[in-house]
């Protein structure tokens, strides 16, 4: 981006960047918490209706590579955001931590979880920005 762009396209892209990205590696993560924590035999995760219904039978250990995307991809986000910003480099990683905030809070509600995960995804959502800032250098 050139310096002649304007300041608020440049936070614009900023945070689109961070939220894709960001998108991008929470997917990744919890592909690969799939290869290492496969769900239960005949569970389509495709389907919300089988995952809402097998929600309240999964073992904890399915739930933790969930967390560590929940954590990894708005950490990254929020680091790139910072690093794109133009200013407050901390203001662009909150939106964009506020942004998986918000989407995680409509999977919970859609979607039955453990108290205590709806508890840890919501710490990582705001620990998020804070770690993407110290990454970026800002």
Excluded: C, K
């Excluded at 039978?57 to 969930?66: D, E, G, I, K, S």
């Amino acid at each position: 981006m050139s310096s002649s762009t304007p300041p608020i396209i440049r936070s614009i892209i900023a945070v689109a960047a961070g939220v894709f990205i960001g998108g991008i590696a929470t997917v990744g993560v919890e592909a690969l918490g799939h290869v290492f924590v496969p769900p239960p035999a005949g569970l389509d995760v495709t389907n919300p209706e089988a995952v809402r219904g097998a929600m309240a039978a999964l073992p904890t250990r399915h739930f933790f590579p969930l967390l560590l995307a929940y954590l990894v991809g708005p950490t990254l986000g929020a680091a790139l955001a910072a690093r794109m910003a133009p200013s407050r480099a901390r203001l662009h990683a909150a939106v964009v931590g506020g942004v998986f905030a918000v989407g995680g809070l409509m999977n919970f509600m859609s979607i039955p979880h453990p108290a205590w995960f709806v508890v840890a995804s919501m710490l990582a959502f705001l620990a998020a920005p804070l770690l993407g800032t110290r990454i970026a250098g800002r």
